[in-house]
């Protein structure tokens, strides 16, 4: 069994050793160009060169959960295309949103600039019944998300393209549904896979069906996003905020107005990020898995785009 390791922006060496370690059977190199056919893949931003000289490749394994980017390439057409299932990104996801949802709830922001000028002040309490959150993709990332705020007592709602059904979340599914959640929420949370169906999904009209006063936090493509719309539903008071984490291009150009924009907080796209030690574990083990034969978590429809 032979693996390549082709990860564009990435130390390869911690990465290499640890799949070594989990793997001591197998074959492990770092790809250069003109290397000699691998049975697997672990990859992320690879070249399109890279699959146009491994077109045997049985797998290919991404060290993270977004795989909208190896989409875009020509992938071997009978390669198994494989996304990390969570590998320590869903609590990081849980941890940021709930700050972003209990910031924007408590007023902490506004209590912050008030501290800067030296103002001691107070603000009425705000009811968390009228602060229904909804979180939009309910795949591992957005479950976890969604549990984790429903511990706040926050009134949780999700929504997916398929049926779900999560404990304490009220869900929605299908497009017949879609407006009857945006309309339900007042804060709206961003989880969904980037796919040509949600692309933009988060625009002028979208927006605009939440309740007054919303606040929309975006933590998975910039390309969601439709940059003018949100300025514009700011301007005009009918969204309160936005806490984003994500842009259409990163990092984010700094004319870009989302740096300046008063009710706009911006992060550097840290809300998740890849966790070494315990991606090499199950990378490893979804290897092994897939050399056995047997069933493997993580598998990517092509057709559908996650």
């Known amino acids: 069994m032979k693996s390549t390791f082709c990860c564009s922006g990435t130390e390869p060496a ?10 001591p059977q197998a074959q492990i190199e770092l790809w250069q160009a003109g290397a000699l056919p691998a049975d697997y893949a672990v990859v992320w931003a690879p070249p399109q060169q890279f699959f146009d000289e491994q077109p045997q490749l049985r797998g290919v394994f991404a060290i993270g959960a977004g795989v909208d980017a190896l989409l875009k390439l020509r992938l071997p057409p009978h390669a ?14 849980a941890e940021y949103v709930c700050h972003a949802v209990i910031r924007h709830f408590r007023e902490l922001d506004v209590y912050a600039a008030d501290i800067r000028q030296g103002h001691w002040t107070f603000r009425k309490p705000r009811n968390r019944a009228d602060f229904p959150v909804g979180v939009m993709g309910l795949g591992v990332l957005g479950a976890r998300v969604a549990q984790a705020l429903a511990h706040f007592e926050f009134p949780v709602l999700g929504w997916s393209r398929s049926a779900k059904a999560i404990d304490g979340v009220r869900c929605f599914s299908g497009s017949a549904q879609f407006h009857d959640f945006l ?10 896979p980037l796919t040509p169906d949600t692309r933009d999904i988060l625009n002028r009209a979208t927006l605009s069906r939440l309740q007054p006063g919303g606040y929309v936090i975006n933590v998975a493509r910039g390309a969601h996003l439709v940059d003018d719309d949100l300025l514009a539903l700011l301007d005009s008071g009918h969204l309160a905020g936005a806490m984003l984490d994500v842009f259409r291009t990163e990092p984010l150009p700094p004319e870009h107005p989302f740096w300046r924009h008063p009710k706009i907080t911006i992060t550097p796209h840290t809300s998740a990020r890849t966790l070494r030690e315990t991606s090499i574990g199950q990378i490893a083990g979804k290897i092994a898995a897939f050399e056995r034969g047997e069933p493997v978590a993580g598998l990517v429809d092509r057709e559908q785009g996650y």
């Open 14 to 23: 911690p990465w290499l050793a640890g799949l070594r370690a989990a793997l």
């Open 80 to 93: 198994t295309l494989v996304r990390l299932d969570d590998a320590g990104m869903a609590v990081q996801m």
């Open 183 to 192: 309309a339900a929420s007042r804060v709206l949370v961003n989880l969904l």
